[in-house]
Nanobody
Framework: QVQLVESGGGLVQAGGSLRLSCVAS???????????LSWYRQAPGKQRELVAR???????DYHNSAKDRFIISRDDFRNTLHLQMSALKQEDTAVYYC???????????WGQGTQVTVSS
C-alpha cells in the first residue's frame, strides 16, 4: 500500500510563505513518475478542493486562487511532491492533503494531511 506523508505545515502570518512536502513510500520509481500528483485542501465546514496538480509530463493545473502564488513541483528521483506557497492569505487556512493517482490501475492514495494556518 502506497504511503504518503506530508510535512511543512504550520502557522504563518498573512503575506508569508510555506513550503509543503509529501514523500511517497512503498512505490517504485516508474510507478511514481507516471502518477498524477496533487495537493488538495479542506477548510472547516467546507468541501475538499483541488489546489494544484502535476501530471507525469509535469504539466500543472491550479485552483484560480492559487495561480501566481503557489508552485507545485515534483522530484521523481526522491518520490517527493512539493507545494511552494507565497503571499498567503487567511482564506488559505486549511488542512492540506497530498494525493497520488495511478490512472492505469484506477487507484488513488491520500496522505494524512498537514495543517496550514494563516493569521492576520
Amino acid at each position: 500500500q502506497v504511503q504518503l506523508v506530508e510535512s511543512g505545515g504550520g502557522l504563518v502570518q498573512a503575506g508569508g510563505s510555506l513550503r509543503l512536502s509529501c514523500v511517497a513510500s512503498k512505490i517504485g520509481y516508474d510507478n511514481f513518475r507516471t502518477a498524477t500528483l496533487s495537493w488538495y485542501r479542506q477548510a472547516p465546514g467546507k468541501q475538499r478542493e483541488l489546489v494544484a496538480r502535476v501530471d507525469k509530463m509535469k504539466q500543472t493545473d491550479y485552483h484560480n486562487s492559487a495561480k501566481d502564488r503557489f508552485i507545485i513541483s515534483r522530484d521523481d528521483f526522491r518520490n517527493t511532491l512539493h507545494l511552494q506557497m507565497s503571499a498567503l492569505k487567511q482564506e488559505d487556512t486549511a488542512v492540506y492533503y497530498c494525493n497520488l493517482q495511478r490512472p492505469v490501475i484506477g487507484r488513488e492514495y491520500w496522505g494524512q494531511g498537514t495543517q496550514v494556518t494563516v493569521s492576520s
